[in-house]
């Protein structure tokens, strides 16, 4: 069974989309939800699924969808799930056809909307739970739900990493950053693990219990840094 990389769009905020081509050459298959169809149809990406109830779109920009013959997912507008927690549960049911999925990237999930940004975010936890990598791109921030070893796949020496649990708490241990952890507890209600930085690569998380979010920033928005 072979083993799939599926980009998941989110219609919140995509700043100048710098990083979407990078992700497109990655992706094995590239779902749209809702609105964010439309954003990239207009950057000429080509998605293989719109999934949502589509009141994102304008009465034009639907009718030129269902012209294009790509395949929707149609709901109605009152449902009791997000667009993008539903395209998150049409990827996560690829493992029941014929792929398995690898890794789940989300561009585009936070823009305006706490209670938005909140949800997308831990309805990724259905990811991990299934074993699961998931990624997420916000602008020039990358994040990762850890429940276990992790190495960065990305960043330099001097950018922030921020680590901050989902359960109340995880027991971590850390190897190249500027503030080490060694098999110490970071708690939710905390936020001692916020602003650590890379301080050589490359760097290496692991999580004994919990489950963890890295973040990763460029080191010109670094702060200092909490030990």
């Known amino acids: 069974m072979a083993d799939e990389t599926i980009l998941i769009l989110a219609n919140g905020d995509w700043g100048d989309a710098f990083r979407l081509d990078s992700l497109v050459d990655r992706a094995d ?3 749209a939800a809702d609105g964010a169809w439309a954003k990239a149809d207009s950057l000429g990406v080509r998605v293989d699924r719109v999934i949502g109830d589509l ?21 109605p507008a009152d449902k009791d799930f997000t667009d993008l927690e539903l395209a998150v549960d049409f990827a996560l049911a690829v ?12 561009f585009g999930a936070f823009g305006g909307r706490i209670d938005h940004a909140l949800a ?29 070893p992790f190495t960065i796949p990305i960043g330099d020496v001097g950018d922030r ?3 901050i649990p989902l359960s109340d708490s ?5 190897d190249g950053l500027r503030y080490p952890l060694n098999d110490e507890p970071l708690r939710r209600a ?15 998380i692991e999580v ?20």
């Open 190 to 204: 905390s936020g001692r693990g916020v602003s650590n930085a890379i301080e050589r690569t490359p760097a290496r």
């Open 120 to 148: 997308n975010l831990f309805l990724l936890e259905k990811a991990a739970e299934r074993g699961v990598a998931v990624e997420l791109i916000a602008g020039d921030e990358t994040a990762w739900l850890i429940d276990g």
């Open 55 to 75: 009141d994102s779109l304008t009465s034009e920009e639907q009718v030129r969808l269902r012209a294009s013959g790509i395949p929707i997912e149609d709901y």
């Open 95 to 106: 493992q029941a056809r014929a792929m398995q999925v690898r890794e789940l990237i989300v």
């Open 170 to 174: 995880a027991i971590v241990r850390t």
């Open 161 to 163: 990493i921020s680590l």
């Open 29 to 31: 298959r590239i779902l």
């Open 208 to 227: 004994h219990s919990g489950r963890l979010l890295a973040i990763h920033g460029p080191a010109e928005k670094a702060e200092g840094a909490n030990s």
